[in-house]
């Protein structure tokens, strides 16, 4: 199956639990999911290639609310509050030849050391995957998608993109690019996952506010768990990742390092206290992103060491 981005399967700026779904798939089967990115400010020149549907996205007006441009949700048959869905990141393609970033005062990581809105287009090329800086160097591309979430509880109400909560969202971790696996609790029948927020590359912490803002395309398959614990997790080759927000940096650490405990001791034999001393010992604490009110910190754990 494949969703397109159009005015009529994209939600701008918001999560709601009592949004239908905009397509409906058994747990287990592959979805491809198009997502486009930006308001009209951040339109390039002639010259590079704007998705026609940003455009009719663009003309049925302002977004209920500011935040990000998601396509979906998608509602997983039989999902139901307190399982998991393991979303597996199959495949992420650029769909576009640009990408911009914005900073802006009064926002980011240095939110009074900025007076002037900056606003850069920049080239992608998607045969060298590189992106050409103004000053002429060119960086690595690694997309992925900021924003992957389910909805949030139903008592939550509608509730904006921009902060991470518990159901996902606006995580903007750059680990979570084609080969990966997210893993999210469910709050609410069906799951209904969104997608957006696609981003070119990014560096952790994403501290002037946005990352290579673009257009992807991603191929993922949506799974249904009842053996994994409600929180969320991360999975590449080579590492398992805990993920935790809040508006405290210290807290964010702390619920990291206290769900990657539960992780090892659920995956192994060790004690809690063996499980925090390897997490002292072997477990990286990596600031994810500093700029959208609840901050994010994760911890990588090695598979090797499990």
Request: glycine residues 10%.
């Amino acid at each position: 199956m494949i969703l397109d981005a159009a005015p009529d399967t994209v939600h701008w700026g918001f999560f709601d639990a009592t949004q239908p779904p905009i397509a409906t798939i058994s747990s287990g089967d592959e979805i491809t999911i198009r997502t486009v990115s930006g308001t009209p400010q951040v339109l390039p020149g002639d010259g590079f290639h704007v998705p026609p549907e940003l455009h009719a996205i663009h003309a049925g007006g302002v977004p209920a609310m500011p935040g990000h441009i998601l396509t979906g949700p998608v509602a997983v048959t039989g999902a139901t509050p307190g399982q998991v869905l393991q979303i597996d990141i199959l495949d992420v393609a650029l769909r576009q030849d640009w990408g911009y970033n914005v900073s802006r005062p009064l926002v980011g990581t240095l939110p009074h050391d900025f007076d002037q809105l900056t606003h850069v287009t920049i080239p992608l090329d998607a045969d060298a995957m590189t992106a050409r800086m103004p000053w002429g160097d060119d960086l690595p591309l690694a997309p992925f998608f900021g924003v992957m979430g389910v909805a949030p509880p139903p008592a939550w109400g509608r509730i904006s993109t921009i902060e991470p909560r518990g159901h996902g969202g606006n995580l903007d971790c750059k680990e979570l690019v084609a080969g990966t696996t997210l893993y999210l609790p469910i709050h609410t029948g069906g799951a209904l996952f969104s997608v957006g927020d696609g981003h070119g590359c990014q560096g952790d912490g994403e501290v002037n506010v946005t990352a290579i803002e673009t257009a992807l395309e991603g191929r993922f398959r949506l799974t249904l768990r009842d053996d994994m614990a409600a929180m969320i997790v991360a999975e590449t080759p080579t590492h398992w990742i805990t993920l935790a927000t809040d508006p405290s940096l210290d807290i964010c650490a702390q619920i990291a390092t206290r769900n990657m405990i539960t992780l090892i001791v659920g995956k192994t034999d060790l004690t809690r206290e063996q499980a925090y001393m390897l997490c002292s010992l072997a477990g990286d604490l990596r600031i994810t992103q500093t700029v959208n009110r609840e901050k994010g910190v994760h911890m990588m754990m090695a598979k090797a060491r499990l």
